[in-house]
């Protein structure tokens, strides 16, 4: 069995005026438990499907314009499209994106403080969500 060892090490993340609002230190040692690993993946195939419906959104929107019309219709079609409904679809996904993984995050976190302590765990996990890598 091979054990996987995770070092951590985190980054200031600062603001356009240069002042740093957040500082991370490393976890040395963190050895991901299956639960975490399981919520990695999980995470990064909800950050798949955000990829995968922003695809679906603007191919559905194009099949509307372009699809079995002749030129006069793709023109009417074009300018009958809702282009700012489009827009706010498109800019709201990061938004849902981040509330989904922060949801996951959050349970990962009342996970190893309640049921399973782990400190090391709890700080990875902690960092993940004010956005340390």
Not at 21 to 44: H, N, V, W
Request: charged share 20%; glycine share 6%.
């Amino acid at each position: 069995m091979v054990q996987m060892y995770v070092e951590v090490r985190y980054f200031f993340i600062t603001t356009k005026k240069g002042k740093n609002f957040m500082s991370c230190s490393p976890i040395i040692g963190l050895r991901l438990d299956t639960e975490s690993k399981a919520a990695l993946e999980r995470i990064k195939g909800k950050q798949n499907f955000t990829k995968l419906l922003s695809s679906a959104i603007t191919v559905g929107v194009f099949n509307n314009i372009f699809t079995k019309n002749k030129a006069l219709v793709v023109a009417l079609n074009i300018t009958q499209t809702d282009w700012a409904l489009y827009s706010e679809a498109m800019s709201a996904l990061p938004i849902i994106q981040k509330h989904i993984i922060q949801k996951e995050i959050d349970l990962m976190i009342i996970h190893y403080q309640t049921g399973k302590y782990d400190y090391k765990h709890i700080q990875f996990w902690k960092g993940m969500k004010h956005g340390c890598r």
